[in-house]
């Protein structure tokens, strides 16, 4: 489709052949591994740069233009490429879809067409191997080593971009590829330095290539860093995170565990406070007239999926918790046998048809040793809770710590339906754990039992 190729595009595959990205490297073939054009334009372009830097001096209003340049090209990346093109986050009029074509091929990042066919594929298989930058890896992979090293383009996911062949700014970008990369990348920022303050060379050193350099390595944070710095608010399954340094980075892109949850809301951060200036240029430009049609995902789906996170790291946590051995595998203890062991000195006190083993907690009880010691071998369910002191929730759970039985025919409640309801689904963890809830241990009453003593 294209005439001629894209800056750090991967070359075209020979069908007949194995491709080389799928053969071993050796010592005799490493250098066919390279994708050579690639690296003359992410590696070699930019450290010629670096060398130039230092006999060419910096002037104070290049580098602010270099700066500005910066701004803009990163921004015809994360708001053009990225949300309007790639994720079709808002609508664009014709002029700011060609101002974003423009600055966005100074970037030099390849075409919009075939940037955006990738991200799809990356958005669509993260982390597997159809992702054209899959964090799995390796940091460095899908920083740099996607583009450094050649890739067998079938083995890319396949995705849908006929809405881009359908729009004349993508299709003429893509044909006119290697002018707009040269224009934008390049020429401009040099006329505007020289025309302007007559600082030619600074403008092509530093307002071009290095500031390509930086543009460059920015937004390829957004593959690299932003799959493996940060928290997971919104799904843990897959590696995006969300990272204040990411976001500084890369224009706001680095809310990106948001991101690929709501790929298709104009923005990644959604909280006042945190820094996505992709997200306020595009509402500026709605504000001038120039966007519309800005996608948000309802808030209540965003709160869903952070309420399911949480969940699962509370799950999680309560797992690693003691929460005494489910009732329906202790064993069965006959009410005699309860009182005889508790006679020949063991320490064991039955609650709610529940026997616990409190022998080396006696000397522990807060209320004191005689008062935990009258309990022994009797039914101490109302004694425990109201009788003669209401305990409190931290006390039913340490209580379950202790448990050694349960008493044939429950005692003074229905020992057997509770442990059924212990037991249900309805009390239980997407992963089968109990879920002990404050105020429904078996020990606890459902009203605290008042009697002559408590009042
Ligand atoms: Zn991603
Ligand atoms: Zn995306």
């Keep these: 489709m294209s005439s001629k190729p894209d800056a750090s595009r991967p070359r075209a595959a020979d069908t007949k052949k194995v491709h080389i990205a799928d053969t071993q490297m050796t ?15 992410i590696i070699g372009v930019p450290l010629a740069g670096c060398i130039q830097a230092f006999w060419v001096p910096l002037q104070l209003k290049t580098a602010i233009w270099a700066v500005i340049y910066y701004f803009f090209t990163g921004l015809g990346i994360t708001a053009g490429y990225h949300r309007l093109w790639a994720h079709c986050s808002y609508s664009a009029t014709l002029p700011l879809r060609i101002w974003l074509a423009l600055v966005g091929g100074g970037a030099v990042e390849g075409s919009i067409r075939w940037w955006a066919r990738d991200h799809r594929a990356h958005h669509r298989y993260t982390d597997t191997d159809k992702d054209p930058y899959s964090v799995r890896k390796g940091l460095l992979y899908s920083h740099l080593g996607w583009m450094v090293m050649k890739q067998n ?43 302007g ?25 957004v593959n690299s860093l932003a799959h493996w710095l940060g928290d997971q608010p919104f799904d843990d399954r897959n590696s995006p995170r969300d990272h204040i340094i990411t976001a ?4 706001g892109e680095g809310y990106h565990n948001f991101h690929h949850e709501f790929p298709s809301d104009y923005r990644n951060a959604i909280e006042w406070h945190q820094y996505d200036p992709t997200k306020w240029t595009i509402w500026t430009c709605k504000q001038l007239g120039l966007a519309y049609d800005l996608k948000q995902f309802r808030s209540n789906e ?10 699962k790291k509370i799950d999680q946590k309560r797992a690693k918790l003691d929460w005494g051995t489910p009732l329906d595998q202790l064993p069965v ?24 083993d409190v022998t080396d907690f ?10 935990i010691k009258s309990g022994l071998g009797k039914d101490a369910t109302a004694m425990f809770n109201g009788g003669v002191y209401y305990h409190s929730n931290g006390a039913h759970n340490l209580l379950s710590t202790m448990r050694v039985g349960v008493i044939r025919g429950g005692g003074e409640v229905e020992i057997w339906k509770r442990a059924q309801k212990e037991n249900s689904e309805y009390v239980r963890d997407e992963t089968g754990q109990r879920i002990i809830r404050a105020g429904q241990q078996v020990t606890k009453m459902p009203e605290p039992i008042p009697t002559a003593d408590a009042a």
């Design 27 to 41: 010592r005799q073939n490493w250098y066919k591994h390279v994708n050579w054009l690639n690296v003359t334009f």
């Design 153 to 195: 383009p079938k083995r890319i996911g396949r995705t849908d971009i006929t809405d881009l062949n359908e729009d004349p700014v993508v299709v003429w970008q893509h044909r006119n590829y290697i002018k707009v990369v040269l224009t934008m990348g390049l020429i401009v920022p040099m006329l505007v330095s020289g025309l």
């Design 197 to 221: 303050w007559g600082d030619w060379y600074g403008g092509f050193v530093y307002a071009g290539i290095l500031r390509i350099f930086f543009v460059q390595q920015a937004t390829f944070c």
């Design 248 to 251: 500084l980075v890369t224009l």
């Design 302 to 311: 965003i709160e869903k999926g952070r309420v399911q996170q949480l969940q």
């Design 333 to 356: 203890m006959e009410w005699d046998d309860y009182v005889e062991q508790t006679k020949n000195g063991r320490g064991l006190i039955s609650i709610a048809g529940v026997v616990h």
């Design 362 to 371: 006696i000397k522990d009880h807060p209320g004191g040793k005689a008062m």
